[in-house]
């Protein structure tokens, strides 16, 4: 395994090959080889990853194969399965993949095997949200639940929400489902406003149990609870816990029954699959969550078995692997083409950019080059209205994962035909883009004169040559959603190989909290708080003004 992966041959050879193929443009490559669809395309399971329209031509492919396995990746995708310490500055095994392992066989973490505890936990969500939605789980007066409050932030929140929303289809019950993240009293108090509190059951999902947000959302949830129900309401009916620190959500008032555990070995962002998928569970049912497992497994063992040939998420790390570090991307856009994966963006965003926002290789040395690009998106048709016109005509390369879905469960008149058209042509734009001899063309019969032709060219004509994954599900069900989350996982995690980096901690988002605990006193107004920071002085300042001035 390489010490730093830009010295290797095999980046050399990817510096030169990339070199050569600056010049290149896809409408070429597509011109040249009619196979190219199939050439580069990979179907597993009712999942299809067409990437053809990409800056590649099969040695590139094979070139960037070679750098994976000069970095590892076939060794460090065992020693993570294989439940080994690699999250070294935490300490802790990376073991998401044993949450959803169905095979029944042992996965140990220190000589110990996990599955047991896997197993139960799952029982117990099962005899849990069998007991909310069939009614038989009463609040303190005496009434079966209708609302679920999950309070979180991160991947206590975002994996959750996104997969509830995502599988609105498979909601039937009539629980109602919501999320409640920030700290800002706007987020817990609009969520709450219409609802019933002896119905309305609070999850608080928090690995730590420390989090300043939803510790504060949890106690405003219990105030809100209690000032309605009356002082001596058994909240214990109203409130569950899902932590791996099991006493402090003892300590919060939850009844030891009903705290669900996870454990150090699975990351925030990566908790989805374990008990903090409850509130999923209460949505969806314990049978389609565990589908929503099924599916996540299934792409574990497709990324373990497949040649990096046809490796799915192997690929797409490798793709982005070829334009951060060689055609010099800095971001990477996902955009699903299906409003229920709204939030798929935002859930991308913490699994990429806090595993792979690094800048020191495992070992604490600066890395020698660009690590995970910067995530964002919005889905598809909406994306195109807002922040395409720079992905088509901006100065930047910016790669994008267009996600389409084969079959609606909510079929409108044609408005599915309508959206899979679009979801076509962005990629089929993006990559031909529009010579200025077809705009010259199309301008002069549209019966323009030659001055105004030559005016309007050129800011009508489009370079193409913008690369796009698109990636294809028959429908949008619980099995296929774990496939696509679990895709996303391996691509980060073998990026993260790679570029040498541990995609599992996060120390990057510590200062922030700690500079945050340390400015709370003078912002709850403490006298005797000093403010050593001159700007934050004059900010704090306005902002006492307008408090004492209530007009
Ligand atoms: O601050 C970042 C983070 O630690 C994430 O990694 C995590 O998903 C989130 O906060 C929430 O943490 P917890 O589940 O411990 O409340």
Redo the contacts with the bound molecule.
Sequence with gaps: MADDITRTPEWRALEAHSRELRALHMRDLFAEDHERFERFSIRFGEMLLDYSKNRVVPQTMALLRALARAAGVEQWTQRMFAGEIINTTEQRAVLHTALRDRDATAVRVQGVDVMPAVRDTLAGMRRFTDAVRGGAWLGASGRPVTSVVNI???????GPAMVTDALVAEAASSLDVRFVSNVDGAHLATTLADLDPATTLFVI???????QE?LANAHSARTWLVQRLGQGTDVSRHFVAV?SETDRARAFGVDAANVFEFWDWV???Y?LWSA?GLSVALAVGMDAFEALLDGGHAMDRHFLEADFECNMPVTLALLGVWYSNFLGADAHAVIPYDQRLRRLPAFLQ?LDM?SNGKRVDRDGRAVSCGTGPVVFGEPGTNAQHAFFQLLHQGTRLVPADLIGIAHTDFPLGDQHVMLVANFLAQGVALMRGKTIEEVTAELTRAGLGAEEVARLAPHRCYPGNHPTNAIVLRRLDPRNLGALIALYEHKVFVQGVIWGINSFD?WG??LG?QIAGTLLPAVAGEPTAVLSDGAVRGLLGQFRAWWSDQS
């Design positions: 979180g932030i991160g991947g206590s929140d975002l999902v928090s690995k730590t149990f420390t989090t939803t932590t990351g925030g962002r908790s903090v913490q806090e996060q988002v510590e909290k």
